[in-house]
């Protein structure tokens, strides 16, 4: 028999009780409390008679070996009893009751009674205390909880709605920079990440601009002293008036062709400002237009690139966008999430994920006939990576009590889910289960278990193995 308290569990084997016949209980007792055996201390058992009367004790021993004790005596007259083990250990007291036991008066009736009791579970695994005490193990019974209801959808990570930024040559040009930026380097907004130096042709290059401004700035000063001239000749009598009037021309021609030059050179310093930056003297300056990290590098030292080449790619990662890729019956209850987790390969528990933002189409993907609902991600030291896959767990706000059991309990096998139940001290039974829902730490079933069954936490691997190799002969126990 097996039976369980808060503090151990008794898995006592004994022969059927017949009165004034010496009888061997051999008592294997567990704490609970880390699943080791129960090393120290002394049991009894007390047998009390269901009419009344004081009890009978059998008084047993110190353990043989650890977790195994002995416990013997005569039962008393023949009749029913309630019976109880009691086990006195340093910092322990505890106490098993373990219901109602008959006392045959003679061994061919004890012997008729056990043989008409139901045999046990041919398909159960052995696994014994021995095993159970020197392996990892675990159980713990299945309890009602209550669990948040939730969908799973497959998921992405994505960059952010407006934060992915390509850094292009903004005219043909020589890319140079005192260190090329590594792959993976955060950069600010505005921080510089090279030059690029302009072709020199056509003379278009700044030095020839503003050698072109001077130049004829100087024409404009002659032109009016010219007609300065002009107009103290004519007013002397000494020049006729078309004169003045061919001054005043070439003032209005030299003036026109300086502001044509200014607004050049205006043009080129405004081209290299919009280019990133700036005007560095001939080079654009570029500069990073957001916070993030450098994606990808595609500029080389010294190397010419065209108008519009990309040379850097600069991704945001502080903050990231989940795209979930949910079914159109589930597209309410994914739009009023009350939290949302990820499932990645390599990670035995889901991210948990905080989101400020939610937001969709409300068009369904023609290739994954899903509806793309976004979730702007708050991603601290980027634990997250663009382009990461995933099973996006959406939780809902609605609460379900069911039977639950720690996800270390269940297994997986050809993607059907299955749990070990402790049925006794040493058996064990497979059970297929179905999974109705999954909160954190917590897994709830529809189908399989129902409160109060055993179901192992740890050493599930070593039971499988002893399931396998069932076949083989055992040893027993040994008092």
């Known amino acids: 028999m097996?039976?369980?308290?808060?503090?151990?569990?008794?898995?006592?084997?004994?022969?059927?009780?017949?009165?004034?016949?010496?009888?061997?209980?051999?008592?294997?007792?567990?704490?609970?409390?880390?699943?080791?055996a129960l090393n120290a201390g002394q049991p009894r058992i007390e047998l009390t008679p269901a009419g009344g009367g004081p009890p009978v004790v059998f008084t047993g021993s110190a353990p043989s070996r650890p977790g195994a004790f002995r416990v013997e005596g005569s039962p008393p007259a023949p009749g029913s009893y309630r019976w109880t083990l009691v086990v006195d250990a340093p910092g322990l007291s505890d106490r098993h009751d373990l219901g109602?036991?008959?006392?045959?008066?003679?061994?061919?009736?004890?012997?008729a009674a056990a043989a008409s009791r139901a045999p046990d579970d041919p398909a159960a695994i052995a696994y014994l205390k021995e095993q159970q005490w020197t392996n990892e193990f675990a159980a713990q019974p299945v309890r009602a909880v209550d669990l948040r209801t939730a969908i799973r959808v497959p998921a992405v990570i994505e960059a952010l709605s407006g934060g992915e930024a390509i850094v292009a040559a903004p005219a043909a040009g020589r890319f140079t920079a005192e260190s090329l930026v590594a792959i993976g380097a955060t950069v600010r907004a505005g921080a510089s990440l090279g030059l690029l130096e302009p072709r020199l042709s056509n003379g278009d290059d700044r030095a020839t601009l503003a050698a072109a401004v001077a130049e004829t700035r100087a024409v404009v000063d002659g032109a009016r002293a010219e007609q300065s001239r002009a107009q103290r000749l004519l007013a002397d009598r000494a020049a006729p008036a078309r004169r003045v009037e061919d001054a005043q021309r070439a003032v209005a021609v030299a003036e026109a062709r300086l502001r044509a030059a200014e607004a050049r050179l205006a043009?080129?310093?405004?081209?290299?400002?919009?280019?990133?930056g700036a005007a560095a003297g001939n080079a654009f300056v570029l500069r990073a237009p957001i916070n993030g990290r450098v994606a990808d590098v595609f500029a080389t030292l010294g190397a010419s690139y065209d108008e519009g080449a990309p040379l850097f790619k600069i991704v945001r990662t502080d903050r990231v966008e989940l795209r979930a890729h949910v079914p159109a019956a589930d597209?309410?209850?994914a739009r009023t999430a009350s939290a949302v987790a990820l499932e990645v390969a390599g990670r035995s528990d889901p991210?948990?994920?905080?989101?400020?933002?939610?937001h969709d189409a409300g068009v369904i993907d023609a290739a994954t006939h899903a509806l793309p609902?976004?979730?702007?991600?708050?991603?601290p030291g980027g634990q997250l990576l663009i382009g990461q896959t995933g099973t996006a767990i959406l939780y809902q706000r609605t609460i379900e009590r069911v039977p639950a059991v720690p996800k270390a309990a269940v297994l997986m096998e050809a993607g059907r889910p299955y749990v070990f139940v402790q049925i006794s001290g040493e058996r064990f039974a497979r059970r297929s289960v179905e999974i109705a829902v999954r909160d954190g730490d917590w897994i709830g079933v529809k189908t399989g278990l129902q409160p109060g069954d055993?179901?192992?936490?740890?050493?599930?691997?070593?039971?499988?193995?002893?399931?396998?190799?069932k076949g083989l002969p055992a040893e027993g126990h040994v008092h």
Do not use: C
């Open 267 to 276: 043009q080129r310093d405004e081209t290299l400002g919009a280019g990133g």
């Open 373 to 379: 609902v976004q979730f702007e991600i708050v991603n």
């Open 2 to 36: 097996t039976n369980w308290t808060d503090e151990t569990e008794l898995f006592m084997e004994h022969p059927p009780l017949v009165a004034g016949r010496s009888a061997l209980f051999a008592v294997h007792l567990t704490k609970l409390d880390d699943f080791t």
């Open 351 to 358: 991210i948990p994920l905080r989101f400020e933002h939610v």
């Open 331 to 333: 597209a309410a209850s």
């Open 454 to 469: 055993r179901v192992v936490t740890r050493g599930a691997y070593e039971i499988q193995l002893a399931s396998a190799a």
């Open 100 to 111: 109602e036991v008959t006392v045959f008066g003679d061994e061919p009736a004890a012997l």
